[in-house]
């Protein structure tokens, strides 16, 4: 019976011990907290990817990155910005036209200028068409070119012409009066004046010389006479193809501005 109950002692505290060792060996914080919150996944360790519990980790966060977003405009906006920017690019083409333009009558009324000083009127356009400056020929004996027949050369100062003509104007360089339909250079006027041509112009309307020769340059320019530029100079080019169409509509070929040259062109 003793060793019964003595056998009977040792199993139980033999089973005590083992379940006290049991609960030693789980008091892991791991563990212990498995134990506490069943069914609860794993935290990831912090410096690596391995899992603590029996479930790997994955994230399903996205991950965040940089992006470029095109930012909204007006459409309204950009289409008047391009019509600004069109009616700024026709301005500016404008006025350089305009720019080169009058500088293109500056140069070619120099250069005109330049070849007067260096050329006689003696330039034949066509072979058989002699520039006339020689008032005495026979070219001029009919009373309506009198006035260049007539026409000497007269040098006075200043205050002589003004006591004389009371229309004296400043043309292309030189000093030019008006009498009796004509204009003509006033020599003495200017001691810089320049004159490119040295004779009478025979006027309409009044009008001052360089626009009665401007008028003749682009008559002869429309009849295919005259390839110059329309500057109002009275220089070789022009003279040239005024002779020529004298001598095509059976004119005196004075190569001069004068009344029947003039009714022939229908401009007078």
Not at 65 to 81: D, E, F, K, L
Not at 162 to 187: E, K, L, M, Q
């Amino acid at each position: 019976m003793k060793r019964i109950l003595y056998s009977t002692c040792i199993g139980s505290l033999a089973l005590a011990l083992t379940a006290w060792g049991q609960q030693i060996n789980d008091t892991r914080p791991d563990r212990a907290k498995a134990h506490r919150t069943p069914n609860v996944r794993a935290t990831r360790s912090g410096n690596t990817s391995a899992m603590t519990g029996g479930h790997r980790y994955t994230s399903t966060a996205p991950f965040r990155q940089r992006t470029y977003m095109t930012p909204r405009t007006n459409s309204n906006a950009v289409v008047n910005q391009d019509a600004r920017m069109r009616a700024f690019r026709e301005r500016n083409l404008s006025s350089n036209q305009e720019l080169r333009a009058r500088s293109n009558v500056v140069v070619d009324r120099d250069r005109n200028f330049a070849i007067n000083r260096t050329r006689n009127f003696d330039v034949n356009r066509r072979g058989n068409v002699a520039i006339n400056n020689n008032f005495r020929s026979g070219a001029f004996r009919s009373q309506q070119y009198a006035a260049f027949r007539d026409y000497h050369r007269q040098w006075h100062d200043r205050g002589w012409w003004r006591s004389h003509y009371d229309r004296i104007v400043f043309v292309n360089g030189g000093w030019y009066y008006w009498n009796t339909g004509y204009w003509y250079p006033a020599w003495g006027y200017d001691s810089y004046a320049y004159y490119p041509y040295d004779g009478p112009i025979y006027a309409y309307n009044g009008l001052a010389p360089d626009q009665v020769i401007a008028d003749v340059q682009s008559q002869l320019q429309r009849d295919g006479y005259y390839e110059g530029p329309i500057d109002g100079i009275l220089g070789p080019m022009t003279r040239e193809a005024i002779a020529a169409f004298q001598a095509d509509n059976g004119l005196a070929v004075t190569s001069a501005i004068d009344e029947p040259t003039l009714s022939t062109l229908g401009i007078s």
